[in-house]
């Protein structure tokens, strides 16, 4: 077998991964970032990028000020008081490391912006932010990133090949594409090694202290001995038997968006040398449609108006206009007791004129969609309920009433459009009467941006075994670490926020 040295080996090459391996380098480690794709950014780069960073200064700069004291009283509102010491002292370090992390990533020449349309999700809550508290990055010229500009391929060159021949823009698109080669570019600069198709296959150990990796780089195995392994490779999305084992039934691995090669492998082999795992049956929630076996996130086409979710009894249950997950969490909650697992998302023409859906832009349902049944359209909301199978009473009934419910501007069931801290008072334009023929229908799953659960981590993102001593040599953030939110999400980016800053946490530990 061949062998190889660093003083950290870091697995997953995402947005924590890469982020993690320029902070080492720059304290001056070697460092091996392995990564089992062929291609750098995980799941970040196809995503917005949105980085919930509470307390940063760049808020400050936009005119909407935070403090460490505001995130901590939204988070108490939200999560209630942490479960035990360890979590307690892990959400502190979050709090306060998070506005110190936007500091660096700036003096990192990333620029960087308040994101759009990104307000805390509980705006009700003490210490909500209604202008939001989550960063984005600004693009970057690919130039800059010379040979390795094509570690960098956004979707949906990865999936069609077609596509390679055309030229790259210039700029990276803002969002997750940006992070990723803003810090891909960092990486590469500094000399951090990125091995593409190289997957890790065993955590080698001595005397029960982590002391290396075996990695499979194109197909041969190679030993890397590292004082230090950061685990960064996700969580278990990827795997249906983990699905199976862990997640609320019924759950599918074509109801997750991301598209990455987040098996759960990870999670298995450090139980394997005793650690211990926390949150397993939680994820991050998002409503999907499946197309083609693809899972594409629809909560922007539930909270566009002219629309409702219904259950298979034709019954709304919840407000669609809610966070994805808040609805995932509904889906399952609401199917203990009806059929809604799926449910069906009901619009008239003017939603589907007006909002794109899936992989259709706006007022645009190819004819092969309909063929294949991935939607339902009907001149009728009568022959609709035939169509789909719902209970046609229910169906009709529930029109009706939400048809009145539009004409008054209120939502008597579930509140839906009513207006709340960050609409300003304003009522949200949500509401609005499905009436206008043809009537579309498309089933809806509980799906997800990511599972939650992991590996328990200590505040220095330590992997610790059950009896709370930490496995020495063994870091874990993001999608492989449990989540500091579970049972609920406060914000969009929230993945992201705790993934970064787990990241900066693991490699800054004792230094
Ligand atoms: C469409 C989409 C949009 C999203 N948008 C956002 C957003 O805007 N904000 C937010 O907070 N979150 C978002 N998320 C969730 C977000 O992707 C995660 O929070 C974030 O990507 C976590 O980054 P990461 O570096 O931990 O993991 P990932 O980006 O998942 O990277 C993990 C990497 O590890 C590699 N890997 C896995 N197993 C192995 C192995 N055995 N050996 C070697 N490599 C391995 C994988 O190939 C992958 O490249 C989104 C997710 C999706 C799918």
């Known amino acids: ?26 304290l001056g480690d070697e460092v091996i970032v392995v990564e089992s794709a062929s291609l750098a950014g995980g799941a970040t780069i196809n995503g917005d990028g949105a980085m919930w960073l509470p307390g940063n200064g760049v808020m400050a700069k936009a005119g909407t000020p935070d403090t460490p004291a505001a995130a901590a009283d ?7 008081a942490p479960s035990d010491a360890t979590q307690a002292a892990r959400r502190e370090a979050f709090i306060r490391t998070a506005p110190k992390l936007a500091r660096w990533l700036a003096s990192s020449k990333m620029p960087l912006q308040v994101a759009k349309s990104t307000a805390d999700l509980y705006p009700m809550l003490p210490g909500a932010k209604p202008q939001g508290r989550t960063l984005q990055a600004g693009p970057l010229d690919r130039r800059v990133l010379g040979g390795f500009e094509e570690a960098l391929l956004p979707e949906p060159r990865r999936s069609f090949g077609a596509l390679d021949r055309l030229p790259l823009p210039r ?11 803003h810090l891909l570019h960092r990486a590469v600069a500094n000399g951090v090694q990125l091995w593409l198709d190289s997957t890790l296959t065993e955590l080698v150990t001595t005397d029960s202290a982590v002391s290396g990796v075996i990695v499979d780089r194109d197909g041969m195995s190679v030993e890397i001995a590292a004082a230090k392994v950061l685990l960064a490779g996700g969580g278990y999305e990827r795997s249906q038997t983990l699905r199976d084992e862990h997640l609320p039934l019924p759950t599918d691995v074509a109801w997750t968006t991301t598209a990455t090669n987040n098996d759960g492998r990870l999670l298995s082999l450090a139980s394997g040398i005793g650690a211990a795992t926390a949150n397993l049956t939680d994820a991050w929630w998002t409503p999907v449609a499946v197309i083609d076996g693809q899972a594409y996130d629809v909560t922007p086409a539930l909270r566009a108006p002219h629309s409702v979710l219904v259950d298979s009894a034709g019954d709304r249950y919840t407000d669609e206009t809610g966070s994805g997950d808040d609805l995932g969490r509904a889906m399952y909650d609401h199917s203990r007791s009806v059929r809604a697992i799926p449910s069906y998302l009901i619009m008239d023409n003017r939603h589907r004129q007006s909002c794109a859906l899936g992989p259709w832009k706006a007022g645009n349902t190819p004819r092969r969609a309909l063929d294949e049944d991935h939607i339902s359209r009907a001149n009728t909301l009568n022959d609709l309920a035939q169509t789909t199978g ?7 009934g529930t029109v ?9 501007g209120n939502d008597s069931d579930f509140g839906r459009g009513q207006p709340d801290e960050s609409t300003k008072g304003k009522a949200k334009a949500d509401l609005g009467k499905i009436d206008k023929p043809p009537f579309w ?3 809806v799953y509980p799906g997800d941006t990511g599972t939650k659960g992991g590996l328990v981590t200590d ?12 496995v020495p040599g063994l ?13 609920a999400s406060p914000a969009p980016g929230a993945g992201l926020g705790e993934a970064l800053v787990g990241a900066f946490l693991a490699v800054t530990d004792q230094r």
């Open 400 to 408: 009706v009433r939400f048809n009145n419910f539009a004409a008054k």
């Open 390 to 396: 719902l209970y046609r009473a229910g169906l009709l």
């Open 441 to 443: 229908a498309i089933k």
């Open 171 to 181: 700029r990276t698109s803002e969002g997750g594409e940006s992070l990723v080669a």
């Open 74 to 80: 939204y988070l108490h509102a939200l999560l209630g």
């Open 475 to 487: 870091y874990a953030c993001a999608g492989t670490a449990a989540s500091l939110f579970p049972g």
């Open 1 to 26: 077998m061949e062998s190889s040295r660093a003083d950290l080996v870091i697995v997953g090459a995402g947005a924590a991964g890469l982020l993690a391996a320029v902070a080492a380098r720059r």
């Open 459 to 470: 505040a220095n993102w330590r992997v610790l075994r059950s009896d709370n001593s930490a």
